[in-house]
């Protein structure tokens, strides 16, 4: 299930980089200008989000351009997490095998950067 894959790959970085490392990538995806412009544009074409969309809002913000794959990871999980609670549960345009597809995706385009 997509909340049980997303929980273990959490946890799993949070033990490899620590919580307070995990705050500061949570606090800059949810405060990211980018990101709120990217979801305005999801949700004026209501379409679920590309996972290569996903990574390349990440990458494009400047403190992740140099971060590490599982950081970029984490961050575009984030924002998949963001765009699933503000769009996703109200207009259903992705259901949990959908989103676990793109998880998926997010994990494999990762390691290609």
Known sequence: MF???VESFTEDYIREYGERHFR???KKVENSRSVNNYLIKLQEIN???YHKD???TIMNMPYFMV???ETVA???ILLLLKWDKMLNRNNKL???NDLEMILKD???GVRDI
């Open 74 to 76: 984490m961050a575009s």
């Open 67 to 69: 971060a590490k794959r």
């Open 94 to 96: 992705a259901d949990d």
């Open 3 to 5: 909340a049980n894959q």
């Open 24 to 26: 500061k990538i949570y």
């Open 47 to 49: 379409f679920a989000p």
């Open 106 to 108: 997010i994990l494999r």
């Open 54 to 56: 996903l990574i390349v």
